[in-house]
């Protein structure tokens, strides 16, 4: 029970302003949600959000030198990476080559230099061991030591590996290459490998996604028009790859497209090729192709199925009752109706198909290599975490981009996944 007084507002039982207590249980009610769906919000917090955000970061930031070279630091920061270097800063970088090779940090140092400069991780190591017995002045010291103390480009890549901000991991990314004076210009030809690759991947989940529609689309509208008893035995068939360990049906794929494989027996048999002219089908990327084209066939496939099954036959009745053709009553009709399907498998085949790396490294071997083979060997062997991240941040920018392209030409709000 409420009360309403003449001039006041409205009250509870206990005396409280109605709006007030409605506010609180709107509050409490909100608390309630947030409880439930925090869980969530930590787990996606943790293990998707923090890793991309780090990972954006690291592209950008690299602190390597700053951290152990800190005197040097100081004097290049005010450098203008045109005139000589100065007696000042070779004092500043003997003091720096001593303390890091006390701390044995010279090797991190030398690394970090050399993804700048080739060739000078050998010049820092073997000048540390002996920047302690050197004497002033310093500049004649390290010249003596070696001469590569005095080429000023060896300075300049100092200069770039200082600064804990620097885009020239994402400009190395694409095949650019980041001056001490803040420029950038294209990297030698024979380094400009990453536009080509960048280039070369989305080619290649393009053709995946496009051999997916074209051996999907027959086989979900096969699935979706039998009866649900039978329909439901053949999607085990679909589902089967989903239970096999990817590394097995890759491994598969490799047994069957070699040169002695159970495919190129076929074609010798039927007569297509001779046995001294067997077809190429691995370790390039027609091998690529196929094997991921396989693995990634029932993500088109399902979506489809779901959008399918959902489409009433009596459409295309009505379209052939009104003097349609098959062919017309099909692609007027009932093709237009499962376009929402044809969105989602094509996007979630495409983004997953720009990931692969370990189908293309083992079926497509140098010619099947794409730009996220690259990334894990930055990342396993050479440890440049940097380039690493900032070519892992490009090919997210290129996704998001994509989708967004898809969202403007055909719709977020018509996709479906059934």
Request: hydrophobic residues 50%; contains cysteine.
């Amino acid at each position: 029970m409420s009360d309403v007084s003449p001039t006041g507002p409205m009250l509870a039982a206990d005396g409280t302003p109605l709006k007030k207590k409605l506010a609180q249980a709107l509050f409490l009610s909100r608390v309630r949600a947030f409880g439930l769906v925090a869980p969530l919000l930590l787990f996606i917090l943790a293990s998707f959000i923090v890793p991309i955000m780090t990972l954006l970061w690291q592209g950008v930031h690299n602190n390597t030198y700053e951290k152990y070279m800190p005197q040097s630091t100081a004097v290049l920061a005010e450098w203008d990476a045109v005139s000589a270097p100065t007696e000042e800063m070779y004092a500043a970088l003997v003091a720096d080559l001593v303390t890091a090779r006390e701390t044995r940090d010279i090797g991190k140092v030398a690394t970090r230099v050399n993804r700048e400069k080739s060739g000078t991780r050998s010049l820092f190591t073997s000048s540390a061991r002996s920047a302690a017995k050197m004497e002033t002045p310093f500049r004649e010291a390290l010249i003596d030591k070696d001469e590569d103390w005095a080429d000023i480009e060896v300075w300049q890549a100092m200069k770039i590996a200082s600064l804990s901000l620097t885009p020239a991991f994402y400009a190395a990314a694409v095949d650019y290459t980041y001056n001490a004076d803040g420029s950038f210009e294209p990297a030698e030809e024979n380094r400009q490998i990453y536009v080509f690759l960048f280039l070369k991947t989305f080619a290649v989940s393009l053709a995946v996604t496009v051999c997916c529609f074209l051996l999907g689309y027959p086989v979900a509208y096969l699935l979706s028009t039998l009866p649900m008893r039978t329909s439901n035995l053949l999607m085990i068939l679909v589902l089967l790859p989903f239970w096999t360990s990817l590394l097995v049906r890759t491994t598969a794929w490799i047994a069957m497209l070699q040169s002695q494989g159970v495919l190129n027996d076929i074609f010798v048999t039927i007569g297509l090729t001779s046995d001294d002219q067997r077809f190429s089908l691995i370790y390039n990327m027609t091998g690529t192709i196929i094997a991921m084209t396989h693995i990634l066939l029932p993500f088109m496939i399902l979506p489809l199925y779901s959008v399918m099954r959902g489409i009433s036959p009596s459409y295309v009745r009505a379209a052939k009752s009104l003097g349609a053709t098959n062919w017309t009553a099909f692609w007027r009709v009932y093709f237009p109706a499962t376009i929402p399907g044809i969105g989602a498998g094509a996007l979630l085949v495409f983004i997953l198909s720009i990931g692969y790396y370990i189908t293309p490294a083992l079926v497509g071997g140098q010619d099947g290599q794409l730009i996220s083979n690259f990334i894990a060997d930055h990342m396993q062997k050479t440890l440049n975490w940097s380039l690493a991240a900032a070519l892992g941040g490009l090919l997210l920018a290129s996704v998001l981009i994509l989708y967004w392209i898809y969202d403007k030409i055909v719709g977020i709000d018509n996709m479906k996944l059934g």
